[in-house]
């Protein structure tokens, strides 16, 4: 019996915050190798204690001791898939998210076309991994001939935010949609959000969804352990969409 294996039969043994874990690990177990013990309870949406009761419940003396079994279990099961297997099974990863993308609101996605093609001025913020998709958008909607500005970190975004107004289009790609340091930095936005204020997030449970006027929720990472660029590839994929949309309105 392996240790995926052994999670799932110990179901009936975990609380409800030992649950959170095991759902999280078999769904993605290859995130193990690569995530403290700290980054798998907040990720679980869980407690680090949850986590260390959870490894105890399967008879580990604690996280080091689960990891360790995890790793080898990945790397056997990476042993057992042939290169062809494991690209068709990025390609069909892949293919799952872009058609996901049939499900996005229509309502919120023409709202958006309309907002970025009126005569204001377009704000696009994006942090971290939110940027490519960001920067793509604005360099797109110039090349279309909608005057935008961008900006790639915080206190930027703070600075060339300043001149908003009501009538502004503000869109914020942000990929886990937490709040962090949105409200630090840009706290004179958060509170007079323009009417045009769109968030582009792959988390339906956004925090930052309850600080925008619309939201556009794109289909969840469902591979993120395979691949460094996923959560930067589907808002991408989404971006030329967009852009494309645009272009055939005009």
Not at 26 to 53: D, H, N, Q
Not at 138 to 157: E, P, Q, R, V
């Amino acid at each position: 019996m392996n240790i995926v294996e052994s999670i799932k039969n110990h179901y009936a043994d975990f609380s409800k915050s030992e649950l959170k874990v095991a759902d999280y690990i078999v769904k993605t177990p290859e995130r193990v190798e690569v995530i403290t013990i700290t980054k798998l309870a907040t990720e679980a949406g869980t407690s680090t204690s949850a986590v260390l009761r959870f490894c105890q419940t399967l008879g580990f003396n604690g996280y080091k001791d689960f990891r360790f079994e995890m790793m080898n279990f990945i790397h056997e099961e990476k042993k057992e898939i042939k290169p062809n297997s494991l690209i068709d099974n990025l390609i069909d990863g892949y293919m799952k998210s872009i058609n996901q993308m049939r499900d996005i609101d229509s309502k919120n996605m023409n709202k958006l076309i309309d907002a970025l093609t009126n005569d204001n001025l377009n704000y696009i913020l994006g942090i971290f991994y939110s940027s490519l998709p960001a920067r793509e958008l604005y360099l797109g909607l110039n090349d279309l001939g909608k005057a935008s500005m961008f900006a790639n970190d915080y206190m930027i975004s703070e600075h060339i935010t300043r001149p908003v107004n009501d009538d502004s289009t503000v869109v914020l790609f942000s990929i886990d949609g937490k709040k962090g340091n949105f409200k630090n930095y840009l706290a004179d936005l958060a509170t007079s959000m323009p009417k045009n204020s769109f968030l582009i997030t792959m988390n339906p449970k956004a925090e930052l969804a309850a600080d925008f006027p619309h939201t556009i929720v794109l289909p969840e990472r469902t591979f993120s352990s395979k691949s460094v660029v996923d959560t930067q590839s589907i808002p991408m994929v989404f971006v030329e969409l967009l852009l494309n949309l645009i272009y055939g309105k005009n």
